[in-house]
């Protein structure tokens, strides 16, 4: 390392102490906790971000954001190339970079790991690091502290986009490094225009049908909101009423926002009983996850939820419906040779209920480990690839392969037979392309496709509501004295240590109709979760109960002491 470099970093780290005491650990949100002890995690999060571009060779994202958490938090993730999470290999320096004490442990870390990961630092190299950032008050200052982290690394440049969703940063560094324009302006583009195609697009009968082109949304007073009133004046045939901007007074995430609604399942503040029957849905703080609800009476705040289980279910089925009028027979003369494998990928957290009408509807449902980066891992091994997390965080990902041959199959329908609607369900895969965010889960781009499916279907929000009807479940926490000596297997639904309480489970689970639990070790604390789903409320809340009894007496405090 040059002398210069190393001065440098030296110099910088000095300016920013850890807080003593405090351990962050960086998970698939990045960093997370009370803004007021972020600046030097942040700062050193900034280096972190400059040498993975200089890794990588391509521009890397950081993002000042703690999503669905309450204002006073904030947190920081670095975005890679693809437009995915930082690779997981990177994680554990990350959390020794964050708790180095001293400048000296600082830049030992990272000599050694410049050296091991042969990273190079000698000024000729350049990175580029573009920066985002959400509407909370601390995080003006905090990009600060990231871009003072950037420049202590030489050839490194930050690139302040300013407040943005995470999806938007997200889409912009995979845009930026496939050579594509990665503006603000440009996203919106591509999503208007790609939603105004499919618009288009729409048979004759169902647009005839007057249905109720009306949603109100609920934009978790941040960074959603403020957007989707820019996106909503360049939209046709959609008409979008937005609450909660961020403008009111309200604040971020309180008692408003996806989480919020998908966990309490009542109204968010600033929806009454005026709204009955309107298609609502909610973003939440950074925009990344979507749920919809509607309220079914004036009298209470209790909601009718459609969940990520029912988004994922609206967008397979109607993907499917596009292949199947795609591959039709009678075409012989194009070349009908590729069949798309079509992917759902859920976790064990999904509704029994969402996961058997997938299955009946013969759709290929695969299970992953919970974690948006198992559930996105798998689903880029299909040709199209759809999954989501019942909080509302999903998308669809295309494979280029994929994407290539459709591009040519269209040309070659264009040419045969122009108009048809093998040439229709073609426009309408490739513009659902262009319109989901490949990279992340984004409320934005969910939120129109979810709207142009059920102007193209003529559905009503109780009409989607009704493709099945969701098993009672109840998730319990047990505390219990080390969480490792649980192992799972078969994407956590099984656990095969400790010996023994699987079979417990087992057993306690065959006396409940439709009954379905498991246990998975929590990932920050020591605590057990416990699913489970029966036929009625209470046989949930009775089999959760009686499962959290048995990992209590295999793990808990009281099985420690016998």
């Not at 591959?327 to 209920?353: C, F, M, P, W």
């Amino acid at each position: 390392m040059k002398e210069e470099q190393r001065l440098l970093l030296l110099h910088s780290s000095s300016l920013f102490f850890p807080p003593q005491g405090v351990k962050l650990s960086y998970g698939t949100a990045g960093f997370r906790a009370d803004a007021s002890i972020l600046k030097s995690t942040v700062h050193r999060v900034g280096i972190l971000a400059a040498l993975r571009s200089l890794k990588t060779q391509s521009v890397v994202g950081l993002m000042i954001t703690a999503s669905h958490n309450k204002v006073t938090d904030n947190g920081v993730k670095i975005v890679d190339p693809s437009g995915g999470m930082l690779t997981q290999e990177w994680e554990p320096f990350a959390d020794q970079l964050a708790s180095a004490q001293t400048p000296e442990a600082f830049l030992s870390l990272i000599t050694e790991f410049v050296e091991k990961e042969k990273i190079p630092l000698d000024g000729v190299q350049s990175a580029e690091i573009l920066l985002g950032r959400d509407t909370r008050p601390s995080g003006e200052s905090l990009l600060e502290a990231a871009k003072q982290g950037i420049s202590s690394i030489l050839g490194a440049i930050a690139l302040d986009l300013g407040i943005l969703t995470t999806p938007q940063l997200h889409w912009m560094v995979r845009a930026r490094n496939k050579g594509m324009k990665a503006t603000e302006p440009a996203y919106f583009e591509q999503i208007s225009s790609s939603f105004r195609c499919l618009v288009d697009l729409i048979p004759n009968e169902t647009k005839s049908s007057k249905m109720d082109n009306t949603v109100v949304v609920d934009g978790a007073d941040g960074v959603g909101g403020e957007k989707l009133e820019v996106l909503k004046s360049m939209l046709t045939s959609l008409v979008i009423e937005v609450r909660n901007t961020g403008k009111g007074g309200g604040l971020l995430n309180d008692g408003v926002g996806a989480d919020y609604v998908q966990k309490e399942k009542v109204v968010p503040r600033g929806f009454c009983s005026n709204d009955v029957g309107l298609r609502c849905a909610s973003l939440d703080g950074d925009a990344d996850r979507l749920v919809y609800f509607s309220l079914p009476t004036s009298s209470s705040r209790k909601i009718d939820l459609v969940d990520g289980d029912k988004i994922l279910s609206l967008f397979a089925l109607f993907i499917k419906e596009q292949l199947s009028i795609l591959t039709k027979e009678g075409t012989e003369k194009l070349d009908n040779s590729y069949h798309a494998r079509l992917g759902v990928i859920q976790t064990a957290y999904a509704n029994g209920a969402s996961t058997d009408y997938l299955k009946q509807s013969g759709l290929e449902v695969i299970f992953t480990p919970t974690g948006v980066k198992h559930l996105h891992e798998k689903a880029a091994q299909f040709d199209i690839g759809i999954y989501f997390e019942a909080n509302g965080h999903g998308t669809i990902l295309f494979s280029e392969s994929w994407l290539s041959w459709l591009e040519a199959r269209n040309n070659e329908l264009g040419l045969a037979s122009e108009g048809s609607e093998q040439q229709k369900a073609a426009l309408r895969l490739l513009s659902v392309s262009k319109l989901i965010n490949q990279a992340v889960g984004d409320a934005l781009s969910c939120l129109l496709l979810v709207e142009v499916i059920l102007q193209h279907k003529g559905w009503s929000i109780h009409k989607w509501n009704e493709l099945y009807q969701d098993l009672p479940s109840r998730q319990l926490k047990v505390k219990v004295v080390d969480r490792t000596a649980v192992a799972t297997a078969n994407a956590e639904t099984v656990a095969i240590s400790p010996p023994g309480i699987q079979e417990a489970i087992d057993a306690e689970t065959a006396k409940y109709p439709k009954g379905r639990c498991f246990i998975r070790p929590s990932g920050t604390e020591d605590v057990i979760r416990v699913y489970a789903e029966a036929s009625t409320q209470e046989a949930a809340d009775s089999l959760a109960g009686s499962v959290a009894k048995i990992v209590d007496r295999f793990l808990g405090f009281s099985s420690s002491q016998q």
